[in-house]
């Protein structure tokens, strides 16, 4: 079974009020790939993350200190969405690299959340899917795509549909410090070049999109390789 990876933004699973009809339909979804291919899922942080490390700044915590408390939320996240996917996944979030392999082995979708400080869940899940030789990550977001500016601030702003591992690590440029960051991070899009391992990035509210790109099919979005 030709493994994939799935980075699911924090923003796209954490609405502003619990969106469980969403959540339900997700877990559908990522059910029925995983009886095709083996299924790793890495939840962001999303508002719940940027409220700690905003607050927790505020008060004067160190960086990678604020990083642990997007870590723990992460982690939170990932729980969640393993109480809505039940037997099929992992029952608590792998800490690292090694805990998720061993996990793949005994179960279809395995969900984590962050690793260690100083990156975020994109890392991780371009991280894990070299660990797991998955050729192809999928990253759900809340733009649909690549946008050559933002969206939300340019009119004339047009989604790349294509791109190759190059333009991305020019499009994302060098990481900062804890918090929100571009449509992929740079350490992340680093791992996947060095690996030539395909990356997918879509709207993740659009279920039926992300299941045509997590069963590899045409999709609406960008494709970097
Ligand atoms: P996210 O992966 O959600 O990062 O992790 P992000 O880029 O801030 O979120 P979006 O995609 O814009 O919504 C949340 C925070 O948790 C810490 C980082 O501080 C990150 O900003 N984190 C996460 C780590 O330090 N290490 C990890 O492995 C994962």
Do not use: C, W
């Not at 490390?53 to 870590?71: K, N, P, Q, V, Y």
């Not at 333009?167 to 960051?181: M, N, R």
């Amino acid at each position: 079974m030709e493994p994939v990876v799935l980075s699911l933004g924090g923003s796209v699973l954490i609405a502003e009020e619990p969106d469980t009809s969403y959540i339900r339909k997700l877990a559908k979804i990522l059910i029925g790939i995983s009886s095709k291919r083996k299924l790793y899922v890495v939840t962001g942080g999303g508002r719940i993350a940027r409220y700690y490390i905003r607050a927790g700044r505020d008060l004067g915590a160190d960086e990678s200190f604020l990083d642990e408390m997007g870590i723990e939320v992460t982690r939170l996240n990932a729980r969640l969405l393993i109480t809505a996917l039940g037997d099929r996944a992992n029952h608590s979030p792998p800490k690292n690299y090694d805990e998720a392999v061993l996990s793949g082995r005994t179960h279809s979708i395995v969900v984590m959340g962050g690793v260690s400080p100083g990156i975020t869940t994109d890392a991780v899940s371009a991280l894990l899917a070299e660990r797991v030789k998955a050729s192809i990550l999928v990253n759900a977001t809340s733009v649909d795509g690549a946008y050559s500016a933002d969206p939300k601030k340019d009119p004339d702003a047009k989604r790349i549909p294509r791109m190759t591992h190059a333009d991305l690590i020019k499009l994302v440029g060098s990481g900062g410090g804890a918090g929100p960051h571009h449509i992929f991070d740079s350490v992340g899009a680093g791992v996947l070049a060095r690996s030539k391992i395909a990356l997918a990035i879509v709207d993740g509210t659009d279920l039926a999109n992300l299941r045509d790109a997590l069963e590899g099919k045409t999709f609406k979005g960008t494709l970097v390789q």
